[in-house]
């Protein structure tokens, strides 16, 4: 079955650097992965989708990356300000289902500093 | 409403008793979906309907479980015999079509406490 990996650790940084955040996953690629914002007692909000074909996709400030041979996503987030602290959750489909059905990783928790 | 509505938004329950959760979706989504969410965890997915017809429900943990959307809207996810672990928050979810190409415009959850 699929896993997904994201770093379980909060990740702590400064006002206006780039945040970047970590999704592994273990067994088949899948047709797309996206990002989810969520914030505390909140549901989880949509953020980015990529596609297997597509290599980097961009939205405002916010940068995702798709490596299929590394089974990687890397979610960056430029010029970080406070209000971008929240817990980002990357999301895979289930491969041969066309459900639109999601497997979620168990997010990681982003914290900007003033 | 403009926004995906769950009510309650808490419940609090004793081992044993029934709990009905209820998911209103954005209007014109013809795809639902109920995820379970634990402290510290991603959403696990229980049920997907499409329409008014289960078309997965692989997610769901056991019979104490069950879900219907009778005419293809609101639906309700029932549990019977409710059990400690249990406790979670219950998010729905809908979606334009249930294809491969939806993102999912989710609930604020309900929060399930089973004492």
């Known amino acids: 079955s699929q896993k997904i990996e994201q770093n379980s650790e909060a990740l702590n940084i400064q006002e206006g650097k780039t945040a970047t955040l970590t999704c592994n996953y273990t067994?088949?690629?899948?047709?797309?992965l996206q990002w989810y914002r969520q914030d505390p007692g909140r549901g989880p909000v949509f953020l980015l989708l990529i596609r297997e074909n597509e290599k980097e996709k961009r939205k405002e400030r916010l940068k995702v990356t798709f490596d299929t041979t590394l089974k990687q996503s890397l979610f960056h987030i430029t010029a970080s300000q406070p209000a971008d602290s929240a817990t980002y959750l990357c999301a895979l489909d289930y491969g041969s289902s066309n459900t639109g059905k999601l497997i979620f990783g168990q997010g990681t928790t982003l914290q900007v500093k003033p | 409403g403009a926004g995906v509505s769950q009510t309650p938004s808490n419940k609090v329950t004793e081992k044993g008793k029934y709990v009905e959760l209820r998911c209103d979706p954005i209007?014109?989504?013809?795809?639902l979906y109920w995820y379970r969410q634990s402290l510290g965890q991603g959403p696990e997915f229980l049920i997907y309907?499409?329409?008014?017809?289960?078309?997965?429900d692989s997610g769901l943990p056991n019979d104490r479980f069950f879900a219907v959307r009778p005419e293809g809207s609101v639906s309700t996810l029932k549990i019977q015999r409710t059990e400690r672990g249990d406790s979670a928050v219950y998010l729905c979810a809908s979606s334009y079509s249930g294809t491969q190409t939806g993102e999912l415009f989710f609930g604020e959850g309900s929060r399930l406490t089973v004492l």
């Open positions: 309907f499409q329409g008014t017809g289960a078309a997965d």
């Open positions: 067994n088949y690629s899948p047709a797309y």
């Open positions: 209007s014109g989504h013809t795809a």
